[in-house]
């Protein structure tokens, strides 16, 4: 799935290929608020495909049947199971423990190595994780952060990480909630 997309809030998203053609062309007007979640999936396999990874692509491939896991990548004897979020507001106790649930599901079953690494992915870290800001006293971590890192029903296993791959967009996204 080499190449890349180009994603304005106007036209919607241009799929290109390696030589930098537009192979496809997805209307906004024709895009569902949940379809934002596929394009985010691709954007960050695309960007995980440049950096050298191989990717397989769960989430477009089966849906709702990818349990809990959108891509699976792989490189030199390193796997990353990620799931892929495209929010804009932070993360509550309820989501958290669904995409732990949701992951382990799929996880157990898998053959691990230590060096295997968990991932929910998102576009704005400080959207989806703020720090808590109490009076008089420094930012602190957001919980939700904690709860996802300190909850690891198979820590020997795998490791769990929370990275952040924001999505370039041309303007702010129709009917999305504002970005950055």
């Known amino acids: 799935m080499a190449g890349r997309l180009e994603v ?3 036209t919607g998203v241009t799929v290109l290929n390696e030589s930098g ?5 997805i209307p906004v ?20 495909e440049q950096q050298g ?5 769960r989430g477009l491939t089966l849906g709702l049947l990818d349990k809990g896991i959108d891509l699976v990548a792989f490189s030199e004897g390193r796997t990353r199971f990620l799931q892929c979020k495209f929010i804009h507001t932070p993360f509550g106790k309820q989501t958290i423990e669904q995409v732990l649930y949701n ?3 799929y996880l157990h079953k898998q053959q ?3 060096s295997d690494v968990y991932e929910l992915v998102v576009p704005y870290l400080e959207k989806a994780f703020p720090p808590i ?3 008089n006293k420094p930012l602190t971590e957001n919980f939700q952060m904690r709860r996802f890192l300190g909850h690891n029903q198979i820590q020997s296993r ?8 924001a999505m370039d967009i041309k303007c702010p996204v129709r009917g999305a909630p504002r970005l950055k």
């Open 103 to 105: 992951g382990s599901q």
């Open 53 to 57: 990874w191989e990717v397989d692509y």
């Open 8 to 10: 304005h809030y106007q």
């Open 133 to 135: 800001r109490k009076k």
């Open 112 to 114: 691990l190595n230590r």
């Open 29 to 48: 007007q024709d895009m569902a608020l949940s379809d934002w979640g596929f394009v985010y999936e691709r954007w960050v396999g695309l960007e995980l």
């Open 158 to 165: 795998i490791r769990l990480s929370i990275t952040e791959v």
């Open 21 to 25: 053609e537009a192979t496809d062309l």
